[in-house]
């Protein structure tokens, strides 16, 4: 499914204001998780990680050069979380 989403349309729609971040974080959360606890076992942690993740993630969305490597910068950012 996450090859034939388009990534750019939802970076863009989510950077104006519209509720698309919730749509990404629906499609990336899973694996972003699993990354998270291979780092980390603590649920609570990992949980923290991912939250922090993502609200660093839309606040430097805009920064963000190829939408499509959005899954793998929210892990990224996790891991230096």
């Known amino acids: 499914m ?3 989403v388009d990534f750019s349309k939802l970076i863009n729609d989510a ?3 519209n509720a698309a971040f ?3 974080y629906q ?3 899973k694996s972003a998780y699993q990354t998270a606890s ?4 603590n649920h609570e942690d990992i949980e ?3 939250q922090n993740s993502y609200i ?3 606040q ?3 920064e963000l050069k190829n939408p499509e490597r959005f899954e793998s910068w929210i892990k990224t950012i996790g891991e230096n979380e």
């Open 22 to 24: 919730e749509e990404l």
């Open 27 to 29: 499609l990336t959360s």
């Open 56 to 58: 660093k993630a839309y």
């Open 48 to 50: 923290d990680v991912l």
């Open 38 to 41: 291979l780092l980390l076992k």
């Open 60 to 62: 430097k969305l805009p």
């Open 2 to 4: 996450k090859d034939s």
């Open 15 to 17: 950077i104006n204001g």
